[in-house]
Protein backbone atom coordinates (compact mmCIF):
# COMPACT_ATOMS: atom_id res chain seq x y z
CA UNK A 1 0.00 0.00 0.00
CA UNK A 2 3.08 2.55 0.59
CA UNK A 3 4.37 4.18 -2.23
CA UNK A 4 6.75 6.60 -2.90
CA UNK A 5 7.33 8.20 -6.66
CA UNK A 6 10.29 10.26 -7.40
CA UNK A 7 9.83 12.72 -10.63
CA UNK A 8 11.62 16.05 -11.71
CA UNK A 9 15.29 14.24 -12.65
CA UNK A 10 16.61 15.08 -16.03
CA UNK A 11 19.68 16.18 -17.40
CA UNK A 12 21.36 19.55 -16.71
CA UNK A 13 24.50 21.61 -17.24
CA UNK A 14 26.87 22.00 -14.24
CA UNK A 15 25.71 25.51 -12.60
CA UNK A 16 22.28 24.15 -13.34
CA UNK A 17 19.22 23.40 -10.76
CA UNK A 18 16.62 20.74 -10.64
CA UNK A 19 13.82 20.08 -8.48
CA UNK A 20 12.97 16.70 -7.43
CA UNK A 21 9.09 15.49 -6.27
CA UNK A 22 8.56 12.45 -4.18
CA UNK A 23 4.67 11.35 -4.08
CA UNK A 24 3.53 9.41 -1.19
CA UNK A 25 0.63 7.63 -0.49
CA UNK A 26 -0.49 4.58 1.43
CA UNK A 27 0.58 6.32 4.75
CA UNK A 28 -0.33 9.21 7.14
CA UNK A 29 2.65 11.31 5.54
CA UNK A 30 2.92 13.55 7.68
CA UNK A 31 3.72 10.92 10.92
CA UNK A 32 7.21 10.15 9.29
CA UNK A 33 10.74 11.59 8.87
CA UNK A 34 11.82 11.46 5.33
CA UNK A 35 15.10 10.82 3.09
CA UNK A 36 16.69 11.58 0.15
CA UNK A 37 19.49 8.75 -0.82
CA UNK A 38 21.05 8.79 -4.04
CA UNK A 39 23.24 5.98 -6.23
CA UNK A 40 25.68 6.76 -8.54
CA UNK A 41 26.68 4.73 -11.64
CA UNK A 42 29.10 1.62 -10.10
CA UNK A 43 29.04 3.40 -6.45
CA UNK A 44 27.03 2.62 -2.98
CA UNK A 45 24.41 4.46 -2.14
CA UNK A 46 24.96 7.51 -0.71
CA UNK A 47 22.43 9.24 1.99
CA UNK A 48 21.91 12.82 0.91
CA UNK A 49 19.65 14.97 3.09
CA UNK A 50 16.80 14.13 6.25
CA UNK A 51 13.94 15.81 7.28
CA UNK A 52 11.97 15.37 10.20
CA UNK A 53 8.22 14.70 10.01
CA UNK A 54 6.93 18.28 11.20
CA UNK A 55 9.73 20.08 9.00
CA UNK A 56 10.86 21.51 11.77
CA UNK A 57 14.36 20.22 11.32
CA UNK A 58 16.48 19.33 8.19
CA UNK A 59 19.79 17.61 7.78
CA UNK A 60 22.27 17.12 4.93
CA UNK A 61 25.59 15.52 3.69
CA UNK A 62 28.63 17.79 3.68
CA UNK A 63 28.62 17.52 -0.54
CA UNK A 64 25.50 19.31 -0.75
CA UNK A 65 25.39 21.55 2.05
CA UNK A 66 24.41 24.97 1.03
CA UNK A 67 23.77 23.43 -2.64
CA UNK A 68 20.68 21.53 -1.97
CA UNK A 69 17.29 22.17 0.37
CA UNK A 70 15.17 19.75 1.28
CA UNK A 71 11.39 20.65 1.96
CA UNK A 72 7.66 18.50 2.51
CA UNK A 73 4.17 19.56 1.68
CA UNK A 74 2.06 17.30 4.18
CA UNK A 75 -0.83 18.84 2.99
CA UNK A 76 0.03 17.53 -0.51
CA UNK A 77 2.18 14.73 0.68
CA UNK A 78 4.64 15.46 -0.98
CA UNK A 79 8.62 15.80 -0.45
CA UNK A 80 11.18 18.06 -2.36
CA UNK A 81 14.97 18.20 -3.03
CA UNK A 82 15.54 21.59 -4.78
CA UNK A 83 19.30 21.06 -5.97
CA UNK A 84 21.16 24.33 -7.04
CA UNK A 85 25.15 24.84 -8.38
CA UNK A 86 24.74 20.98 -9.72
CA UNK A 87 27.89 19.80 -10.27
CA UNK A 88 28.83 16.79 -12.51
CA UNK A 89 29.85 14.66 -9.02
CA UNK A 90 25.60 15.12 -8.62
CA UNK A 91 25.56 12.45 -11.20
CA UNK A 92 23.21 9.59 -10.01
CA UNK A 93 19.69 8.11 -9.14
CA UNK A 94 18.11 9.96 -6.65
CA UNK A 95 15.73 8.10 -4.09
CA UNK A 96 13.30 9.11 -1.49
CA UNK A 97 12.88 6.96 1.21
CA UNK A 98 10.42 6.90 4.50
CA UNK A 99 12.67 6.81 7.19
CA UNK A 100 12.81 6.75 11.57
CA UNK A 101 15.38 9.54 11.87
CA UNK A 102 15.20 8.50 15.88
CA UNK A 103 15.69 4.81 14.97
CA UNK A 104 18.55 5.23 12.11
CA UNK A 105 15.96 2.90 9.84
CA UNK A 106 14.37 3.02 6.77
CA UNK A 107 11.00 0.91 5.35
CA UNK A 108 10.19 2.31 2.18
CA UNK A 109 11.94 3.35 -0.87
CA UNK A 110 10.98 4.52 -3.96
CA UNK A 111 11.76 3.64 -7.68
CA UNK A 112 14.30 6.21 -8.47
CA UNK A 113 14.41 9.99 -10.59
CA UNK A 114 17.60 9.57 -12.73
CA UNK A 115 19.53 13.20 -12.43
CA UNK A 116 22.66 13.80 -15.33
CA UNK A 117 24.68 16.38 -14.57
CA UNK A 118 27.30 17.09 -17.73
CA UNK A 119 29.21 19.91 -19.21
Known amino acids: EVQLVESGGGLVQPGGSLRLSCAASGFTFGNYDMIWVRQAPGKGPEWVSA????????YYAESVKGRFTISRDNAKNTLYLQMNSLKPEDTAVYYC????????????WGQGSQVNVFS
Open 51 to 58: IRYGGTST
Open 97 to 108: ARSYLGAGSTDY
